[in-house]
């Protein structure tokens, strides 16, 4: 993400929103990152009518949720899906397949219970991220493991345990 960011950006002014298309790395990361994060477990919604869903029945009102989570390990969509791969997120070009390309990749939500600010969460994401990353080289303290992305407290909005990251300025560039 560094040489992609200095490549594109250059290390005298910071990155922003227009920037985003020239970054394809650095978005396909974001979706990995999303996709392995877990961040919500479960959307759902209740059924509006009977209805039957793989051979089972399910009552007019009942709760139907999606376990996200799952979806995001599926081996039918994402091969080795315990590692952390950005190119999943790119096409053989190299170019960024996009937020709503990919089957079974749903940070969001879907449907109509899908989010209404996601727009202005990639927006957020990216530029919060870029910047970051164009300032800073982040690293775990020496001697350090890589710590465990599994969440240890099961909760409705998931994070994972705290640990401890470096975070090394990189030099900006003046302009003279």
């Not at 250059?10 to 994060?37: F, H, M």
């Not at 959307?43 to 799952?70: C, E, M, Q, S, W």
């Not at 390309?101 to 990639?122: D, T």
């Amino acid at each position: 993400m560094h040489e992609e960011l200095d490549a594109v950006i250059g290390r005298c002014r910071i990155p922003n929103w227009k920037d985003a298309k020239s970054l394809p790395y650095l978005q396909a990361t974001l979706c990995e990152v999303g996709r392995v994060s877990g961040m919500t477990t479960l959307v759902g919604t209740n059924a509006i009518r009977d209805t039957t869903i793989a051979g089972y029945h399910i009552p007019k009102g009942t709760f139907v949720g999606l376990n996200i989570p799952k979806v995001h390990e599926d081996e039918r969509d994402w091969a080795e899906p315990e590692k952390f791969k950005p190119e999943r997120f790119l096409d053989e070009d190299g170019k960024f397949v996009g937020w709503n390309k990919l089957h079974g990749f749903i940070p969001f939500g879907i449907g109509r219970r899908e989010c209404p600010g996601q727009s202005l969460a990639r927006v957020m994401m990216f530029s919060f991220s870029s910047i970051l990353l164009h300032h800073y080289k982040f690293e775990l303290p020496e001697g350090a493991e890589m710590p465990s992305t599994k969440v240890s407290t099961p909760r409705i909005l998931t994070r994972p345990d705290d640990f401890l990251v470096v975070a090394k300025p990189r030099l900006l560039q003046s302009r003279d």
